[in-house]
């Protein structure tokens, strides 16, 4: 297996310098244990998932931390075992020794709580998500959007040379509904794979839990907590909308966003490559790939997300929004390979609107020309650097 370096180690070893404690989220398989043992080979390894090991951490905690040592250790999944990091506080206050503890979670609600409630102040924090395209261009030329949306960007996919359909049906069934069941009781798993798979048909769109409940026969306060677990889970992405000193009226509901658009496509049925050339869903497909490589930049940097959209209620829109103190990112994407100045119209209403000069344009779209038009930039979408966009 090949590893690929990862954008996001360099962040890790300086977290590692400044802090006892480094904690590492992200979906499952999408290579926070290949990143850590990497990183810190020299460090004695524990994955709470073996469950003679998790039982050790459970019912003996002070004997699991006995002969820890110099080098220390890394915890994968502490999620499994939350109540570990009560007893991570009191060794990092006696002895505060840099990078001594690397743990890592598939769930961000949970594991949250405990470090902030146990680890406050004491442990630097980062999410890694799958690869991103600047990680794969280093392997190799950057490909057609359409394989992107095939392939999606989890890393054994390219290191093994995985079947994507094959793997996301096992990923759905191994992790996804697995983990699920850890976390609620789900006793419909049907209707959640139907609920799952109305969501990944309605990528881009607004939550609208009316509409999700009729077609699913569940009830709504039902579905919010199925969404609040998804996202908890790095399944999906609420992006919010954009609301800041704007007078005008907008939308307050967030957009559904898949953290793999591997993952929607498949779970849109797409089973072979060739049916996303002329698949309805492609378009929204697109925009989850760039809108992810995005979030990818602002993590692999060890920052939180600044993502937004704008909406008001005449259906003025722009598809991404980067907030940024000095300057805002009005940003368009379109899978048409063809440059349109169409395309602005969005972006030129969201700057009407704001009534501030310190808005920059772009418009991020599957052709491969680069030009500027009445001030907006438009990008091709495999220039995947976004360091002009903060």
């Given at each position: 297996?090949?590893?690929?370096?990862?954008?996001?180690?360099?962040?890790?070893?300086?977290?590692?310098?400044?802090?006892?404690?480094?904690?590492?989220?992200?979906?499952?398989?999408?290579?926070?244990?290949?990143?850590?043992?990497?990183?810190?080979?020299?460090k004695?390894?524990?994955?709470?998932?073996?469950?003679?090991?998790?039982?050790?951490?459970?019912?003996?905690?002070?004997?699991?931390?006995?002969?820890?040592?110099?080098?220390?250790?890394?915890?994968?999944?502490?999620?499994?075992?939350?109540?570990?990091?009560?007893?991570?506080?009191?060794?990092?206050?006696?002895?505060?020794?840099?990078?001594?503890?690397?743990?890592?979670?598939?769930?961000?609600?949970?594991?949250?709580?405990?470090?902030?409630?146990?680890?406050?102040?004491?442990?630097?924090?980062?999410?890694?998500?799958?690869?991103?395209?600047?990680?794969?261009?280093?392997?190799?030329?950057?490909?057609?959007?359409?394989?992107?949306?095939?392939?999606?960007?989890?890393?054994?996919?390219?290191?093994?040379?995985?079947?994507?359909?094959?793997?996301?049906?096992?990923y759905?069934?191994?992790?996804?509904?697995?983990?699920?069941?850890?976390?609620?009781?789900?006793?419909?798993?049907?209707?959640?794979?139907?609920?799952?798979?109305?969501?990944?048909?309605?990528?881009?769109?607004?939550?609208?839990?009316?509409?999700?409940?009729?077609?699913?026969?569940?009830?709504?306060?039902?579905?919010?907590?199925?969404?609040?677990?998804?996202?908890?889970?790095?399944?999906?992405?609420?992006?919010?909308?954009?609301?800041?000193?704007?007078?005008?009226?907008?939308?307050?509901?967030?957009?559904?966003f898949?953290?793999?658009?591997?993952?929607?496509?498949?779970l849109?049925?797409?089973?072979?490559?060739?049916?996303?050339v002329?698949?309805?869903?492609?378009?929204?497909?697109?925009?989850?790939?760039?809108?992810?490589?995005?979030?990818?930049?602002?993590?692999?940097?060890?920052?939180?997300?600044n993502?937004?959209?704008?909406?008001d209620?005449?259906?003025?829109?722009?598809?991404?929004?980067?907030?940024?103190?000095?300057?805002?990112?009005a940003?368009?994407?379109?899978?048409?390979?063809?440059?349109?100045?169409?395309?602005?119209?969005g972006?030129?209403?969201?700057?009407?609107?704001?009534?501030?000069?310190?808005?920059?344009?772009?418009?991020?779209?599957?052709?491969?020309?680069?030009?500027?038009?009445?001030?907006?930039?438009?990008?091709?979408?495999?220039?995947?650097?976004?360091?002009?966009?903060?």
């Amino acid at each position: 297996m090949k590893y690929i370096h990862r954008t996001i180690s360099n962040k890790t070893l300086e977290l590692a310098n400044q802090f006892p404690v480094v904690t590492i989220t992200g979906p499952r398989q999408s290579g926070k244990t290949t990143l850590c043992r990497t990183l810190f080979p020299q460090k004695r390894y524990f994955n709470l998932e073996d469950p003679v090991t998790r039982a050790f951490a459970k019912e003996d905690p002070r004997g699991f931390f006995n002969g820890i040592g110099e080098n220390g250790v890394i915890i994968d999944e502490i999620q499994r075992v939350p109540e570990l990091t009560s007893y991570i506080q009191p060794i990092v206050d006696q002895n505060p020794q840099k990078g001594r503890f690397i743990l890592t979670g598939s769930h961000q609600f949970e594991l949250m709580s405990s470090v902030s409630q146990s680890l406050a102040g004491r442990s630097g924090l980062l999410k890694l998500l799958p690869l991103s395209l600047e990680e794969l261009s280093a392997e190799s030329a950057v490909s057609s959007p359409d394989t992107y949306l095939y392939n999606g960007f989890y890393p054994r996919i390219y290191q093994d040379n995985l079947n994507p359909t094959d793997y996301y049906g096992i990923y759905l069934e191994t992790y996804i509904e697995r983990d699920l069941r850890q976390a609620i009781n789900i006793s419909n798993l049907s209707a959640f794979e139907r609920f799952l798979r109305l969501l990944a048909g309605r990528v881009g769109s607004l939550v609208n839990i009316n509409s999700l409940t009729n077609d699913t026969g569940v009830t709504g306060t039902t579905l919010k907590n199925w969404l609040s677990v998804l996202e908890a889970s790095y399944i999906i992405y609420l992006l919010q909308p954009y609301h800041s000193n704007i007078s005008k009226r907008l939308i307050k509901s967030p957009k559904i966003f898949f953290y793999d658009v591997g993952l929607a496509a498949y779970l849109n049925g797409i089973e072979l490559q060739s049916q996303l050339v002329n698949y309805p869903l492609r378009g929204s497909l697109f925009e989850n790939l760039v809108i992810t490589e995005f979030l990818k930049t602002r993590f692999n940097n060890g920052r939180k997300s600044n993502l937004y959209f704008y909406r008001d209620t005449k259906d003025n829109e722009v598809d991404l929004i980067c907030d940024s103190p000095d300057i805002i990112s009005a940003i368009e994407i379109k899978s048409s390979q063809t440059p349109s100045t169409e395309f602005t119209k969005g972006i030129n209403s969201f700057k009407d609107a704001i009534k501030t000069n310190n808005v920059n344009g772009y418009v991020y779209y599957a052709g491969n020309e680069s030009l500027v038009y009445k001030d907006v930039k438009y990008t091709p979408w495999g220039e995947y650097s976004r360091r002009e966009i903060d």
